[in-house]
């Protein structure tokens, strides 16, 4: 798991001169000299160097809740003390925005009210103080302003998105505080549904039907504040009612393409036409078992087996639950690493057939990094090794204009439809 030790910085000079040129007014360049992976050629560096490059998803916010300590670097890998992101590495790797989850788990909406909304403001506040203590390398970022003033500085631009609808507790002004507080984006769903939108998993029991009239007033309000809507864990029925609803191009923040995968939680290609009739984005979540369906049904079996035999454990006269509980979970996370990783060519098919079906103007990274334990395509280790994706689009075919696009141009590009907009005059009440 250790870091290849040759690092080349190719492309840093040309960097430099880029961003220099990009200031347009002579101030210093405080990029740092970014990781280049292996088999990456100059060429895809210098491309990867010179794209607004986005990343819609990444999940960093709840392990710092769990003792993660972000401002340190980390090798990459699974465990408490390894992981895919952190301030070091976010830096190296040359992004120009980074969207964080501030994830509400469903078991929060499962427990007393406000639950959820206490955890989605303290997931807030974890991100806000990681950027403040860090203004000399991240920017709050809210709008396309902060994104290119990212780049031209040398700087990573934080987005913040809210991962689960239930964290609003069914309350439209909650959605505005939100927005207020610096949210841009609200996935609607986790794999939870909620009591006015239905999820493609319904973990517990939860709605997986389509949007209530509740519903179709959060997206209305969503597009009045000018606040991306993340169709990511949806079911397909609150998919369709989004689009029907929604004045506003659409985000899915970290789905895959379901012909290729055969995933609920992720995009049909119907979907994926239907994305690029609205001009939104699908960014391509990393995940092994999204990207490959033979991973994903081998962890399923891993994990029914291993649930049986903690159920029959649990069972026991004088059983320990928690510590039944704890075996489980080590288990399976060996269990499910031992298992045989998808190349990263499965992770550019992916990316491939998204523009395929719905044109390379609405695809892009959505990585879930930090949220997917570990289980990445093998020579995608972490957030230094995003140029290998430059390098795999330019050997299928890819202009450097549409690898430019797919990096983060076609986020950019919604960003500026839906995030520049100034909040139109106050919500009826
Ligand atoms: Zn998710």
Redesign the pocket.
């Known amino acids: 798991m250790t870091r290849p030790s040759s690092r080349r910085l190719v492309g840093f000079t040309a960097t430099f001169a880029v961003a220099a040129l990009a200031a347009g007014c002579g101030r210093s360049e405080t990029r740092m000299p970014h990781f280049n992976p292996p088999g990456v050629s100059a060429h895809a560096m210098q491309v990867y160097d010179d794209a607004i490059v986005i990343d819609t998803h990444n999940d960093m916010p709840s392990r710092m809740m769990d003792g993660y300590d972000a401002d340190v670097r980390h090798e990459p890998g699974w465990g408490r003390d390894r992981g895919e992101t952190d301030l070091p590495r976010l830096v190296e790797s040359g992004i120009t925005a980074q969207f964080f989850a501030a994830y509400v788990d469903a078991r929060y909406a499962q427990t007393r009210p406000d639950e959820s909304w206490a955890r989605a403001e303290a997931e807030m506040d974890t991100i806000h103080a990681f950027v403040n203590r860090h203004p000399d390398r991240l920017i709050p970022g809210t709008t396309s302003r902060d994104v290119l003033r990212a780049k031209r500085e040398g700087k990573v631009a934080v987005f913040i998105g809210v991962?689960g609808g239930h964290a609003i507790e069914n309350s439209l002004a909650r959605l505005d505080t939100l927005y207020a507080q610096g949210a841009r984006y609200l996935?609607l769903t986790?794999n939870n549904g909620n009591d006015w939108a239905g999820s493609s998993i319904g973990v517990n029991g939860t709605r997986t039907g389509g949007l209530t009239d509740f519903g179709k007033d959060v997206i209305r309000e969503m597009n009045r504040l000018g606040m991306l809507v993340d169709v990511?864990?949806v079911s397909d029925s609150t998919f369709y009612d989004v689009l029907a609803t929604s004045r506003d191009p659409i985000i899915a923040s970290?789905s895959s393409a379901r012909a290729l995968g055969g995933h609920v939680r992720d995009l049909s290609d119907d979907m994926l036409r239907a994305v690029a009739r609205n001009d939104g984005v699908v960014n391509v979540n990393f995940f092994a078992a999204f990207l490959d369906p033979k991973f994903g049904q081998a962890a399923d079996s891993i994990r029914r087996d291993v649930e049986a035999r903690a159920d029959s454990e649990a069972r026991k006269p004088g059983a320990d639950t928690a510590k039944v509980r704890a075996w489980a979970d080590s288990v399976t996370q060996e269990r499910l690493h031992a298992l045989a990783r998808p190349p990263l060519s499965l992770l550019v098919d992916h990316i491939d057939h998204i523009a395929r079906v719905a044109g390379v103007d609405h695809v892009g990274l959505g990585s879930?990094f930090d949220?997917v334990d570990g289980l990445l395509p093998t020579g995608m280790l972490d957030v230094t090794y995003l140029p290998a994706i430059a390098q795999g689009l330019i050997d299928r075919g890819y202009t450097d204009a549409d690898v430019t696009k797919i990096l983060g141009g076609n986020v950019l590009r919604v960003i500026e439809i839906v995030l520049d907009r100034k909040p139109k005059a106050a919500r009826a009440p």
């Open positions: 991962e996935t986790w990511s864990h970290h879930d949220g």
